[in-house]
């Protein structure tokens, strides 16, 4: 007698377990699977609070410096107050209350989104595009105007060949740009592009 304990063949055991083999009830994922990850609310939240705080601060600053003056810095680029009526960049004047619509309910579809976010830089995006349109929010909700949501979102940045635009316009551009980019790197895991 070896002392060894013997297999269900009735030969004497190795000791070794075959490469690969997992013990019974432990499981693992199954190849090929997707990887999950938890959501990063933390950090979309936190880019969308920056984004609102930025932009409203920004805003005080254009109300309070340039209602009487319009400030040129370089080439076309000039710093000007207006009241935007209407849906980002100046366009749609008249329009506040829809547009506003449409905003709440683009912000209810992102926070949906949300929990897809496993990704930093899709939590980046998110957070991007929820922050910009907040701040407009809060411009149409706060600033006087007439009707529902009907108050003026101030914009400031002008090029004078470019619709008037403010830095919650802009976080909402960077962002849909950053979510398509990140969406075409999850359609192609491998970095290449599509054939």
Partial sequence: MT???LTADGEP???AEPAGAEAPGQGGTAPGAPARGRP?????FSVAAVVVALDQLT????VETLDTRTIHLVWTLQLRLTLNH???FSLADG?????SLLALVIVAVLLRSGRYAIRPGMAVAIGLVLGGAVGNLLDRGFRPGSGFLGGGVVDFIDFQWWPVFNLADSAIVT???LLFMA??????PGGRRPT
């Fill in 13 to 15: 055991s190795t000791g």
């Fill in 183 to 188: 969406s075409w790197r999850e359609d192609d």
């Fill in 175 to 177: 962002g849909a740009i």
């Fill in 40 to 44: 990063r609310w933390a950090l979309l």
């Fill in 86 to 88: 209407g849906s980002a």
């Fill in 3 to 5: 002392g060894k304990p």
């Fill in 59 to 62: 805003k005080w600053w254009a």
């Fill in 95 to 99: 329009r506040g209350a829809l547009i």
